[in-house]
């Protein structure tokens, strides 16, 4: 997964060989639009990134959507990215149909 940070947000794009592979086989078993599923595909991901998992209310937002952010050494989040369209859209959806996903900057 490659994140590219930019003025309005973060684009993450799939790798084509592998995570392409893998968002093909959750759409087959029927689980692309789970967040089961999102957290299982972003866990090695993340496991060797900056992002984390961030919860909407440790940064006082209103909503349910995924949030990735960054975390500095005393546990202030420094960077926030919300999948905004995840009412209409799937985060996986999008990573599979279009080979990115846009999360948009909480500033």
Known sequence: MEFTVTKTGLILKADQDVEKMLLEQMEVDGVLETDDAMYELFEDILANSEYEWI??????????????????????????????????????GDLKEYGEAKLISGD
């Open 55 to 92: 919860t909407p209310q440790e940064i006082g937002a209103l909503t349910d959507a995924p949030i990735l952010g960054i975390r500095e050494e005393n546990g202030d989040i420094s960077e926030a990215y919300g999948f905004m369209d995840y009412c209409v859209r799937s985060l996986l």
